[in-house]
């Protein structure tokens, strides 16, 4: 064989080797089955595609877990994993999952809403495929995902990205983004069709709010806040005056800009009766100027880029040595969904919806969040769930 | 008789203790204002927002508008009927069986914060919205309508000197008959120095919160 053809060959192997590595890495991670354990309080387990049969049997489809009270009362949905590569949100609504037990009205979980996005990674920045937290019985670990659902679930992309109803030319990647494509319609795109699943249910179940929980940039001005559209600003605007003096943390409100569609709290105040509200905490580990894109930035906030760009103001956060801890974000979303059902129930008596045996923010900073998961092996199989 | 008198005296001294210790931090005393009352904002920030959920959480009742000009002010409970429009918000809340549209305004409260976007949607800039307040502030003096400044958006609402929100506070603070102002507002004392300076009577209140029932003792007839 001449040299030539020997090193041609040579190199497709190590091309080979590195896709069919890459390959096995990434099909293991998009079949990965996380645990979710339901807690005490769950009474019902639904799928997404019973609100929309178009999602029924694709990766897209996902568990709805209900936590019905003894008394009749109001209604929550609390969304985590809209974007899956912000984790807090999952981790907050897991610890709801485990531990909330409903008094009054009910607790409607969706843990995983862009299930197709929690399948995906993001290569090019280098994303880990999973994380872990530490607990007293071991570790619990998670897939980590992507913002937008996975081209593999729906493709292809348009050039760009016509809103529905609204017709706003959006980006192209927005079409498999679930908080660009509120509120969706049975026959549109798949990641139309679970925000549509996601107003189904709503509008059947009569939910009286909506809790969709992020992560965001410390550069980026919309973070550590509440946005809220104008019908849900007073409840937002009181739970952020309560939770900064009671609990001590800033949770600024934003208001919903009327005149940029598709987004969780514009369309669903527009297109039901819910009050809609969008959580967000400060989440270095998506912000560009960072180092490497690892585990322990995202479990720890702390990067030196970051630091030095706090000590120039281009933060939009306050920022130090202490980075921002995941039992921080999290513990920000417990207090501020608890804090949430509060304001509404003082304010609408007969829909209120009473929930114990939630930590709040100064409990989970203390103990961290591992300590509030249980151990599976303890649990009955028929509360385990894999996803 | 000598001891009564000891204890009474040592009663009277742990009371007076212990209701200083309840005042809130920074505070004077707590000038009392009237109904019917207009909040409006200088500088556009969704602080106002927070003024008026702040209101109606210790159930005062009022009117909002975000830009009123003197016409509007003058014309009284209702502004004049004005609705909200592209760049304009009203709002009526005031108890109008006690004070029929018309009625004038006895007390304006301004939230103090410039927000770009907010005065951008307006249509104003920030001149436009310095010279709107000295107006409105003018008719207010010669109407004897009573003003308070409320300013709650911490470090976020404040500034290098000559900046926007810089301009909102020297085109409203020492014109106000009373001030609310939280502690991160005013952690380098400027307020504290407009109050001495103007001697308006300032509360310093540690969270925007402490604002209801701050509102409630002004309000308190």
């Given at each position: 064989m001449?040299?030539q053809w020997?090193?041609?060959v040579?190199?497709?192997?190590?091309?080979?080797?590195?896709?069919i590595?890459a390959?096995?890495?990434?099909?293991?991670?998009?079949?990965?089955?996380m645990?979710?354990t339901?807690?005490?309080?769950?009474?019902?387990?639904?799928?997404?595609?019973?609100?929309c049969?178009?999602?029924?049997?694709t990766?897209a489809?996902t568990?709805v877990f209900?936590?019905?009270?003894?008394?009749?009362?109001?209604?929550?949905l609390?969304l985590a994993?809209?974007?899956s590569?912000?984790?807090a949100?999952?981790l907050?609504?897991?610890?709801?999952?485990?531990n909330a037990?409903?008094?009054k009205g009910?607790l409607?979980?969706?843990?995983?809403?862009?299930n197709?996005?929690?399948r995906?990674?993001?290569p090019?920045?280098?994303y880990?495929?999973y994380?872990?937290?530490?607990?007293?019985?071991?570790?619990k670990?998670f897939?980590?995902g992507n913002?937008?659902a996975?081209p593999?679930?729906?493709?292809?992309?348009?050039?760009?990205?016509?809103?529905?109803?609204d017709k706003q030319?959006?980006?192209?990647l927005?079409?498999?983004?679930?908080?660009?494509?509120?509120?969706?319609?049975p026959n549109?795109?798949l990641m139309?069709?679970?925000?549509?699943?996601?107003?189904e249910?709503?509008?059947?179940?009569?939910v009286?709010?909506?809790v969709?929980?992020?992560g965001?940039?410390?550069?980026f001005?919309?973070t550590n806040?509440?946005?809220?559209?104008e019908?849900?600003i007073?409840?937002?605007?009181m739970?952020?005056l309560?939770?900064k003096?009671?609990e001590?943390?800033?949770?600024h409100?934003?208001p919903?800009p009327?005149g940029?569609r598709?987004l969780?709290?514009r369309?669903i105040?527009?297109?039901?009766?819910t009050l809609p509200?969008l959580l967000?905490a400060?989440l270095p580990?998506l912000?560009?100027?960072?180092?490497?894109?690892?585990?322990?930035l995202?479990?720890?906030?702390?990067?030196p880029f970051?630091l030095?760009l706090?000590?120039k103001?281009?933060?939009?956060v306050?920022?130090?040595e202490?980075?921002?801890?995941?039992e921080?974000?999290?513990g920000q979303?417990?207090?501020?969904?608890?804090?949430l059902?509060?304001?509404f129930?003082?304010k609408?008596?007969d829909?209120?919806?009473q929930?114990?045996?939630?930590?709040?923010?100064?409990?989970?900073?203390?103990?961290?969040?591992?300590?509030?998961?249980?151990?599976?092996a303890t649990?009955n199989k028929?509360?385990?769930y894999?996803? | 008789?000598k001891?009564?008198t000891r204890?009474?005296?040592?009663?009277?001294?742990?009371?007076g203790?212990?209701?200083?210790?309840a005042?809130?931090?920074g505070?004077?005393e707590?000038?009392?204002a009237?109904?019917?009352?207009?909040?409006?904002?200088?500088?556009q920030?969704p602080?106002?927002?927070?003024v008026?959920?702040v209101?109606?959480?210790?159930?005062?009742?009022y009117?909002?508008c975000?830009?009123p000009?003197?016409?509007i002010l003058?014309a009284?409970?209702g502004?004049?009927?004005?609705?909200?429009?592209?760049g304009?918000?009203?709002e009526?809340?005031s108890?109008?069986?006690?004070?029929?549209?018309?009625t004038?305004y006895?007390?304006?409260?301004?939230?103090?914060g410039?927000?770009?976007?907010g005065?951008?949607?307006?249509?104003?800039t920030?001149n436009?919205?310095?010279?709107r307040?000295?107006k409105?502030?003018?008719y207010?003096?010669?109407n004897?309508i009573f003003?308070i400044g409320?300013?709650?958006?911490?470090?976020?609402?404040?500034?290098?000197?000559?900046s926007d929100?810089?301009?909102m506070?020297?085109?409203v603070?020492?014109f106000?008959?009373?001030?609310?102002?939280?502690?991160?507002?005013?952690?380098?004392g400027?307020f504290?120095?407009?109050?001495?300076?103007?001697?308006i009577p300032?509360?310093?209140?540690?969270?925007?919160l402490?604002?209801?029932?701050i509102?409630?003792?002004v309000?308190?007839e």
């Amino acid at each position: 064989m001449p040299k030539q053809w020997k090193i041609k060959v040579i190199l497709i192997l190590i091309v080979a080797a590195a896709v069919i590595t890459a390959g096995i890495q990434l099909y293991n991670h998009r079949h990965y089955r996380m645990l979710l354990t339901a807690g005490p309080g769950v009474t019902k387990v639904h799928m997404l595609s019973d609100y929309c049969s178009g999602l029924k049997g694709t990766m897209a489809d996902t568990h709805v877990f209900f936590l019905k009270g003894k008394e009749p009362g109001g209604k929550m949905l609390i969304l985590a994993n809209t974007h899956s590569n912000e984790p807090a949100s999952l981790l907050a609504a897991l610890i709801f999952l485990e531990n909330a037990v409903v008094e009054k009205g009910t607790l409607i979980i969706i843990p995983q809403f862009n299930n197709s996005g929690g399948r995906n990674t993001r290569p090019g920045d280098g994303y880990p495929l999973y994380f872990e937290i530490q607990t007293s019985w071991g570790t619990k670990k998670f897939r980590m995902g992507n913002r937008d659902a996975s081209p593999l679930d729906q493709w292809p992309d348009p050039d760009v990205y016509v809103h529905y109803p609204d017709k706003q030319l959006l980006s192209f990647l927005d079409i498999r983004n679930t908080n660009r494509t509120w509120p969706g319609r049975p026959n549109g795109a798949l990641m139309e069709k679970v925000t549509y699943a996601a107003m189904e249910l709503m509008r059947t179940e009569k939910v009286d709010m909506t809790v969709d929980i992020h992560g965001a940039e410390t550069m980026f001005p919309v973070t550590n806040c509440i946005v809220a559209p104008e019908k849900a600003i007073r409840i937002a605007t009181m739970t952020s005056l309560t939770l900064k003096a009671r609990e001590g943390f800033d949770n600024h409100v934003e208001p919903s800009p009327s005149g940029f569609r598709g987004l969780s709290h514009r369309e669903i105040g527009d297109f039901s009766d819910t009050l809609p509200f969008l959580l967000e905490a400060p989440l270095p580990f998506l912000d560009q100027p960072t180092g490497p894109k690892t585990v322990k930035l995202l479990l720890d906030g702390k990067d030196p880029f970051l630091l030095s760009l706090a000590k120039k103001n281009k933060l939009f956060v306050p920022y130090d040595e202490s980075g921002w801890p995941m039992e921080n974000r999290v513990g920000q979303h417990c207090s501020a969904v608890l804090e949430l059902l509060r304001q509404f129930s003082r304010k609408s008596p007969d829909r209120s919806i009473q929930v114990k045996n939630v930590p709040r923010y100064a409990g989970i900073v203390k103990n961290g969040v591992g300590y509030y998961y249980h151990n599976p092996a303890t649990i009955n199989k028929k509360d385990l769930y894999f996803n | 008789m000598k001891k009564i008198t000891r204890t009474a005296f040592y009663t009277v001294i742990t009371c007076g203790f212990i209701l200083y210790l309840a005042l809130p931090v920074g505070a004077e005393e707590i000038p009392k204002a009237k109904y019917p009352i207009l909040t409006t904002s200088a500088g556009q920030s969704p602080d106002v927002t927070t003024v008026n959920i702040v209101c109606e959480e210790a159930e005062i009742k009022y009117d909002y508008c975000d830009v009123p000009d003197i016409e509007i002010l003058s014309a009284g409970v209702g502004l004049a009927g004005k609705e909200s429009g592209e760049g304009f918000h009203s709002e009526v809340h005031s108890d109008l069986e006690k004070f029929p549209a018309g009625t004038p305004y006895k007390t304006m409260i301004i939230a103090i914060g410039a927000s770009l976007k907010g005065m951008g949607a307006s249509g104003l800039t920030v001149n436009d919205e310095v010279n709107r307040l000295k107006k409105i502030i003018d008719y207010c003096k010669d109407n004897e309508i009573f003003i308070i400044g409320v300013h709650v958006g911490g470090v976020s609402k404040r500034g290098a000197q000559g900046s926007d929100n810089e301009k909102m506070i020297d085109a409203v603070a020492p014109f106000t008959d009373y001030l609310i102002v939280t502690n991160d507002s005013n952690k380098d004392g400027r307020f504290t120095d407009i109050a001495a300076e103007k001697n308006i009577p300032l509360t310093e209140i540690e969270f925007a919160l402490n604002l209801v029932e701050i509102l409630q003792q002004v309000f308190t007839e």
